[in-house]
C-alpha cells in the first residue's frame, strides 16, 4: 500500500477485543466517506467512458444490455428487477433499444403469448466492447496492485455487496410491513 492510501487507518487500532464503540463508529463513518467518494469518481469515469465509447448507447441502456447479455432473454418485469428500476421506465429504455438494433422482442418459448427480450448482434457486440474497455481500464488502473490484493479486495468487495444487498432487501421489507409509516412523500 502506499502511504496515501492508509488515510482510512490513520486511527491506531486498539488491540484485539479493545475495540471501543466510538473507534468502530469512526472506521464505518471513515468508509462510508470513501464509499461516496468512490461513487463520485465513477460517475466521473462513467462520463469520460462515455464520451470516448465507438457506440451512443447511455449507461442505463448499457446496463439494459449487459443484464440481457449476461442473463439471456428475460420478460421486461424481470429484467426491471434485474436492473433495479420501474418498468415503466425500463419499457421506454427497450423501445429505444429496440429501435436502434441493439435489443429484439421475441416470442417466449414457454409460452407463446408472452415476450422475451433479448440482444442482437449489433447489442451482443456493444457488450463485448464494454467488458473489454471495463477490464482494460481497471487492469491499467490495479497495474500496481499485487495479485494478493486484487483477490483479497475483491473477495471482501464481494462480501460488502452481498452485505448491502441484504440490507437492502431487509430495509425494503420492513418498509412494506403492514403498519410501517409511510416513505412516500405524497405527491
Do not use: C
Not at 26 to 45: D, I, S
Request: glycine share 6%; aromatic share 6%; no cysteine.
Amino acid at each position: 500500500m502506499r502511504e496515501k492510501d492508509l488515510s482510512i487507518m490513520d486511527t491506531i487500532r486498539p488491540a484485539t477485543g479493545q475495540e471501543s464503540a466510538d473507534w468502530r463508529d469512526q472506521q464505518v463513518a471513515q468508509l462510508a466517506q470513501e464509499l461516496t467518494r468512490m461513487q463520485r469518481t465513477f460517475g466521473r469515469a462513467r462520463h469520460q467512458y462515455l464520451a470516448t465509447a465507438r457506440h451512443d448507447v447511455e449507461r442505463a441502456a448499457q446496463a439494459l444490455i449487459s443484464s440481457l447479455a449476461a442473463g439471456g432473454p428475460m420478460r421486461l418485469g424481470s429484467l426491471a428487477a434485474a436492473v433495479q428500476s420501474d418498468p415503466s421506465t425500463v419499457s421506454r429504455q427497450v423501445a429505444g433499444l429496440v429501435r436502434d438494433g441493439y435489443v429484439e422482442r421475441r416470442a417466449d418459448p414457454d409460452d407463446g403469448r408472452a415476450v422475451v427480450l433479448a440482444v442482437t448482434e449489433a447489442g451482443g457486440q456493444v457488450y463485448r466492447e464494454h467488458l473489454r474497455n471495463r477490464d482494460a481500464q481497471y487492469a491499467a488502473m490495479l497495474s500496481g496492485w499485487s495479485s494478493e490484493d486484487i483477490v483479497t479486495f475483491a473477495a471482501l468487495l464481494s462480501r460488502f455487496d452481498n452485505e448491502f444487498e441484504q440490507h437492502q432487501a431487509n430495509v425494503a421489507q420492513r418498509a412494506d410491513a403492514p403498519g410501517a409509516p409511510s416513505t412516500r412523500s405524497g405527491r
